[in-house]
């Protein structure tokens, strides 16, 4: 969390990301090797690769991931003040490790859950979301319901309008 940016906390009580004000690697090393030599042991870092099924991340991702970090990954609010932070800016080390260890109100995601090939799947297909982030159509695939049903609000209003203009009564005979 500390490699993040997400520590240290902007409001101590409720976990926000910085964007930018992250602290410097030197700081960040010497505060792990802190805590490591208080508290030894823990779980190792994961080593992932990406080149994974991005499809079958994609999938993944759906099931056990989307519901708290959003369908576009962008973060989301899970109750109580808490929030899924963004994951496009997340390294694919960090994201592992968070799937592993479990931060905050995220659940662990043991090796039973997501075998090492599910996580290099995961992984994968959040890389690949990221080098495609430059697409700027429109967000129906990860809007989420809100937008998506505005937009079909929007359109059936238009047709309405439409459809009233130019139906056989609405329209002035020539005199």
Not at 43 to 71: K, S
Request: proline share 9%; charged share 15%; with cysteine.
């Amino acid at each position: 969390m500390v490699g993040t940016g997400r520590m240290p906390a902007a409001v101590p009580w409720i976990e926000v990301g910085h964007r930018g004000a992250q602290l410097p690697q030197a700081t960040i090393d010497a505060i792990v090797a802190y805590v490591t030599s208080v508290q030894p042991g823990g779980p190792p870092i994961p080593i992932v690769v990406t080149n994974g099924n991005a499809q079958h991340g994609r999938a993944l991702f759906r099931e056990n991931c989307m519901h708290c970090h959003g369908a576009d990954a962008q973060g989301a609010a899970i109750g109580g003040r808490q929030w899924a932070p963004p994951l496009d800016r997340a390294t694919v080390t960090q994201v592992a490790e968070a799937i592993r260890v479990g931060p905050g109100e995220m659940p662990v995601f043991g090796d039973v859950q997501l075998g090492q090939g599910d996580l290099n799947d995961i992984v994968t297909y959040l890389s690949e979301r990221r080098a495609a982030a430059g697409f700027t159509g429109l967000p129906l695939d990860s809007g989420g319901p809100v937008p998506e049903g505005l937009l079909g609000w929007i359109a059936a209003g238009l047709l309405a309008v439409a459809a009233y203009a130019f139906s056989p009564g609405s329209l002035r005979k020539k005199q």
